[in-house]
């Protein structure tokens, strides 16, 4: 398929939606929109059963690159003005798809809790389950968070959740600074981001802040931070993230998890159907 994104006039007169867009992603994502870019504010669009043969093609933009990342479609295009923008996928009142097309600068004059459409942990059926690690020696409890835990021998990570079929879809690795800077000495860290960057989703979490990197005691300043440059360029897939204190850590691992099981339900919803109304 070629990698260009078109414009068209959309042929139907009672249209509310007059313009046509042909996204290079996947198949190809074929849409109504209500305007043909986001200028001044979000464009609403409608999926487009089939784009038409003889389509009346305004625009005609070579693609520099065009990725679904969950819920999202980040599109940029080859010219100098009016070329990176991003369609969002959600659900709107009564569970009809809302495909939203936008910029940053108009994403961020929208409404709070209008910027990043998706699902809250909140919006998940029942109780969070957390899946820990039978060797996790003390594992976090989650007693303050609405999340239930059980215990399960992971391939990778601490802490993990799973999908409706049963499928790890995000896992963390926990550590604290005297396990990041063993595991950065030894070499491990390497074997374990690999495994972590397998899954769908993952991330490490380190009970502690940067700085107490740059200051350890048993290695030279600078040593440890330019390991963990090394590996985090390496296994980008997998974030690093530090925290001041175990309680942070925790909060953080149960909302990062949370919020990996919505995208991917809500991610399983909106690509699942066409509902083009």
Request: proline share 6%; hydrophobic share 40%.
């Given at each position: ?237 997998t974030p690093i993230v530090f925290l001041e204190t175990r309680s942070l850590a925790e909060e953080w691992t149960y909302r990062w ?21």
């Amino acid at each position: 398929m070629s990698r260009r994104f078109l414009v068209a006039r959309n042929p139907d007169p009672a249209s509310t939606l007059p313009y046509l867009l042909l996204v290079p992603v996947g198949d190809g994502l074929a849409l109504k929109a209500r305007d043909s870019w986001p200028r001044t504010s979000r464009v609403y669009c409608h999926r487009l059963d089939e784009w038409p043969a003889d389509a009346d093609i305004i625009e005609d933009v070579p693609v520099l690159e065009c990725h679904r990342r969950g819920v999202a479609v980040d599109l940029v295009l080859d010219r100098k003005r009016e070329y990176r923008s991003q369609f969002v996928f959600t659900r709107m009142a009564g569970g009809r798809e809302g495909i939203f097309w936008q910029t940053r600068k108009v994403a961020s004059t929208a409404r709070p809790g209008a910027r990043i459409p998706g699902r809250r942990i909140s919006d998940l059926p029942g109780t969070l389950t957390i899946l820990v690690d039978t060797r996790e020696r003390y594992p976090y409890r989650f007693a303050k968070q609405q999340a239930e835990t059980e215990r399960l021998a992971l391939v990778a990570g601490d802490y993990a959740v799973r999908d409706a079929e049963s499928t790890i879809v995000a896992a963390v690795e926990r550590k604290t600074i005297g396990d990041l800077a063993g595991s950065l000495n030894d070499g491990s860290l390497a074997f374990e981001l690999a495994k972590l960057s397998s899954l769908p989703r993952s991330a490490l979490v380190v009970e502690d802040r940067y700085a107490a990197l740059l200051k350890h005691a048993h290695a030279p300043t600078g040593y440890l931070p330019d390991l963990l440059a090394r590996v985090q360029v390496r296994y980008p897939e997998t974030p690093i993230v530090f925290l001041e204190t175990r309680s942070l850590a925790e909060e953080w691992t149960y909302r990062w998890l949370g919020a990996v099981l919505a995208e991917h339900t809500a991610e399983g919803d909106t690509w699942g159907d066409h509902d083009d109304g």
